[in-house]
Structures are given as structure tokens and as C-alpha cells.
């Protein structure tokens, strides 16, 4: 989340929004031509400047992209929730890839709710509440359909309230870490002998934001693929000599801003080998987060959501999503 100060009366420039938000500005560009997400006004009728309403729905586009959500319904989200108070601030469904979507109505209570009791505090009724949605729906629908949308309207709740209600952002990602490691898994063994190895998980270096991994990890769980987490902020020697450990069949690379994105790192961790002379395999490199947006990686995927990243990564061990 930006600690820019906010933007003055003239507004931003596209270049220094893109900064700011560690974005590419051909990114804002499209977003503005594709999903109408764009500054209301235009200094002599054709240069962007970007007032804080504009700056709002950008931020809040960005953290939906982030956490997966595709590019369209995430610009619905921002636009609808920099309208409404936070426990109000939710879309009215996410449309998850391949998943069953929750009615408008269902998804709208189960968001209040959550964020009710996240802005009391309310630690065991946030739980609670999280696990029922999981036992509901399932983890990814939960995931996309719930979670995501009420983590989205804390950190509006956050974002414009003067650095007020952190402590509820703080409590309620807790909360959603903890109901995903929680959630009901296979048995997951370490993989056949001379088969595929486990899926890798890591955020790159200087990336911090976990969570997106934390449901992918408990989603492959799930399936009964073997996963290896290792979390935030992994330095790249760590993650280099993990693969050549670990031999895995793929390594998900999380990067929610563009500062944080490497594709020299994610060349070569799918450059790198193992097994011996004549059969030497390398991981698929999968990039996910907003960081990855606009830049080709010609070979390495990026999912546009976590059932796309989950039947990409299935089908790699050779499990099946059914």
C-alpha cells in the first residue's frame, strides 16, 4: 500500500502515477482505453493529471490485480468500492475462472460480515466466519469471491482514513493466513520416485506480500499436489540452490509491484538444470502478481487467477482439478 503523500490540486502525471504505483505507464494507458479507468479530467482537454478520487480506484485496482483477480472485474471492484464505506466496499462477485460464482446477494453479506468483525476486532467471529465461508464454497471461491474483496475494502477503509484502522488490515490478513493453512488437504506425500517433483513457492526479493501464494500453496494442498513454501522476500542464491535441491516440476515467482519483478531472475531459475547426463529436466517458471503485467516473458506463464494457476500447476504434476 502507498505512503505517497497524496497528489496536489493539479493532479498526477501519468508517469509519475506509474511510478508511484510501480506500474508501467503503457499499463495506466490500457487500463484507461480497456476498463474506462481513468482521470476525470485532462489538463487543455489532452494531457492526463490524475486527481486523488482517480489515484484511489488506481490503488484499488492494484491491489485486486494482485491478489489475482482478473483485469475487468477487478476496474468494476475499484470503481463501485471507492464509492462505499468498507464493510460496504465489495463487488458484487469476482467472477473466479472455472469456479462457481456466488449470487450478488450471498457474497455482498458474507463480505459485510467479515469486515464487521474485522473492524470490531473481532478476532474469533473473523475466524469463524472464514471458515465457514471455506466449508461453503470451497477454498478458491472463498478465496476470490470473499476474502480478496473484503481484504480490498479494509485497506480502502485504511487507505482513506489517515493511517486509521490499520490494525484491522493487520488482524483480519492474520486471520485469512491462518484459515488458509487451516483449510482441509490431502494427504501429500513427496512424490513418486523418479517422477515430478513438488511445486516451489516464493516471493521474490523484496516482495512481501504473501498472502496470494499462502492460497495458492493451500489450494494445490487440496489437489494433493506437493508444494514448497518458502514465503516473502526470497533472496535469489536461496532460490537458485532450492531448485537444484528440490528438483521441482515448477516454481511460482510472486511479484505484486513492478519494482520487485525480475525476469533475469525467472530466466534463470527456468534455465536451471538437474538430473543426470541426458535426462536433465528445468522447472516451468510460472510468474504471478500485477509486478509481471506488460512485460513479455515469451515461455514463462502467468495465470490470470488462482483456479487458471491451479489447473496450470495440477496438470504439471499430473493431478486433475475434478
Known amino acids: 500500500?502507498?505512503?505517497?503523500?497524496?497528489?496536489?490540486?493539479?493532479?498526477?502525471?501519468?508517469?509519475?502515477?506509474?511510478?508511484?504505483?510501480?506500474?508501467?505507464?503503457?499499463?495506466?494507458?490500457?487500463?484507461?482505453?480497456?476498463?474506462?479507468?481513468?482521470?476525470?479530467?485532462?489538463?487543455d482537454g489532452r494531457h492526463r493529471?490524475?486527481?486523488?478520487?482517480?489515484?484511489?480506484?488506481?490503488?484499488?485496482?492494484c491491489r485486486l490485480t494482485s491478489s489475482g483477480v482478473p483485469p475487468a472485474d477487478a476496474a468494476r471492484a475499484a470503481k463501485d468500492a471507492v464509492l462505499r464505506p468498507a464493510a460496504d466496499a465489495v463487488p458484487e462477485r469476482t467472477g473466479t475462472p472455472g469456479a462457481p460464482a456466488l449470487g450478488g446477494g450471498d457474497v455482498r453479506q458474507e463480505c459485510r460480515g467479515l469486515a464487521r468483525a474485522a473492524v470490531r476486532l473481532d478476532a474469533p467471529a473473523v475466524a469463524e466466519r472464514l471458515e465457514a465461508a471455506v466449508d461453503r464454497h470451497g477454498l478458491a471461491v472463498a478465496w476470490q469471491e470473499v476474502?480478496?474483496?473484503?481484504?480490498?475494502?479494509?485497506?480502502?477503509?485504511?487507505?482513506?482514513?489517515g493511517d486509521r484502522y490499520v490494525e484491522v488490515e493487520h488482524l483480519l490478513s492474520w486471520q485469512v493466513s491462518t484459515a488458509l493453512r487451516r483449510a482441509p488437504h490431502a494427504v501429500v506425500t513427496g512424490g513418486r520416485e523418479g517422477g515430478p517433483g513438488p511445486v516451489l513457492l516464493a516471493c521474490v526479493p523484496g516482495e512481501q506480500h504473501s498472502l496470494p501464494l499462502e492460497a495458492l500453496n493451500a489450494g494445490l494442498l487440496q489437489l494433493g499436489v506437493p508444494t514448497r513454501m518458502f514465503g516473502a522476500a526470497v533472496p535469489a542464491e536461496a532460490l537458485t540452490a532450492a531448485v537444484r535441491r528440490l528438483g521441482p516440476?515448477?516454481?511460482?515467482?510472486?511479484?505484486?509491484?513492478r519494482s520487485t519483478a525480475s525476469l533475469p531472475l525467472a530466466r534463470h531459475l527456468a534455465d536451471t538444470r538437474w538430473g543426470v547426463t541426458g535426462a536433465r529436466r528445468a522447472p516451468t517458471v510460472v510468474l504471478g502478481g500485477a509486478g509481471w503485467a506488460g512485460r513479455p516473458a515469451p515461455g514463462l506463464p502467468r495465470p490470470t487467477g488462482l483456479s487458471e494457476a491451479l489447473t496450470l500447476l495440477a496438470g504439471a504434476q499430473g493431478h486433475g482439478t475434478a
Open 249 to 257: 516440476v515448477a516454481v511460482v515467482l510472486w511479484s505484486q509491484t
Open 1 to 43: 500500500m502507498s505512503e505517497s503523500p497524496s497528489p496536489d490540486d493539479a493532479g498526477l502525471t501519468t508517469g509519475a502515477l506509474a511510478h508511484r504505483l510501480g506500474v508501467a505507464p503503457t499499463t495506466l494507458r490500457s487500463w484507461d482505453r480497456r476498463y474506462g479507468i481513468g482521470p476525470a479530467v485532462r489538463a
Open 147 to 161: 476474502m480478496v474483496p473484503t481484504l480490498h475494502a479494509v485497506g480502502r477503509k485504511w487507505a482513506s482514513s
Open 49 to 61: 493529471r490524475w486527481q486523488p478520487s482517480d489515484v484511489a480506484v488506481l490503488e484499488a485496482m
